[in-house]
């Protein structure tokens, strides 16, 4: 079945500088790659998808790259805050399955 | 638009007990999933309803079981609870399932003691 590996597990960055997760899948048949920002008490929340038709995606100060020959996925954060201090979680389909496979995490803080 | 709603936030259960827990999907969204969030095993998937069916089912034993309602609620129950099956109970909706975007509620915290 799929896997995905998530690097790093923690990461901390100063108020204001960018931020980087990466991820890799096993299953070259994944089409669809979502990241989740989860935050203390709360469920995972959507920020960003790509699609394996397309490279790269940005939302604001947000974006995520896909490189599906080499199978890995990259969560871009610039101009980080403190409140964008939270778990993110990559994630990737199992084509026809209904199902999202996750990485086990990136604990990110932002130090002001 | 209100978005996915689980009941209880909280439940406390003696092993060897049984649970029900509750999802209320995002309005018009027809596919629900439920995933289980552990410190050790991370996020991994129960199984996935749309229309009242199952189309897919995680590795977990049979303990494990979920039910759709024809206006999309679902349940999942967990039968004879074990001091593993603590964790936090994730349910997610969304439009049609299979690369649509999935939306999580805040979760069911389960301990069973």
């Known amino acids: 079945g799929e896997n995905v590996e998530q690097h790093p597990s923690t990461l901390s960055v100063q108020e204001g500088d960018s931020a980087v997760i990466k991820c890799t899948y096993s299953?070259?048949?994944?089409?669809?790659f979502p990241w989740y920002k989860q935050e203390l008490g709360k469920g995972p929340q959507l920020i960003i998808d790509?699609?394996?038709?397309?490279g790269e995606k940005k939302d604001q100060r947000i974006a995520v790259t896909l490189n599906k020959t080499a199978k890995h996925f990259s969560l871009h954060i610039t101009e980080t805050q403190p409140e964008d201090s939270a778990v993110y979680f990559c994630?990737?389909?199992?084509?026809?399955?209904?199902?999202?496979?996750f990485g086990k995490g990136t604990k990110l803080s932002v130090i002001p | 638009k209100a978005g996915v709603t689980q009941t209880p936030r909280y439940l406390i259960k003696t092993r060897g007990q049984q649970v029900t827990l509750s999802c209320s999907p995002i309005?018009?969204?027809?596919?629900v999933s439920w995933y289980q969030q552990t410190p050790g095993q991370g996020l991994q998937f129960l199984f996935e309803?749309?229309?009242?069916?199952?189309?897919n089912k995680g590795n977990f034993p049979g303990r494990f079981s979920g039910r759709q309602f024809s206006n999309s609620r679902s349940e999942m129950n967990v039968s004879t609870l074990e001091l593993g099956d603590s964790a936090l109970y994730l349910c997610?909706?969304?439009?049609?399932?299979?690369?649509?975007?999935?939306?999580f509620g805040n979760g069911t915290r389960l301990t069973v003691t």
């Open positions: 790509i699609r394996s038709n397309v």
């Open positions: 309005s018009g969204h027809r596919s």
């Open positions: 997610a909706s969304s439009f049609a399932g299979d690369n649509s975007p999935l939306h």
């Open positions: 994630a990737a389909n199992r084509a026809g399955s209904y199902q999202l496979t």
């Open positions: 309803y749309f229309s009242e069916t199952q189309r």
């Open positions: 299953d070259s048949a994944s089409n669809y």
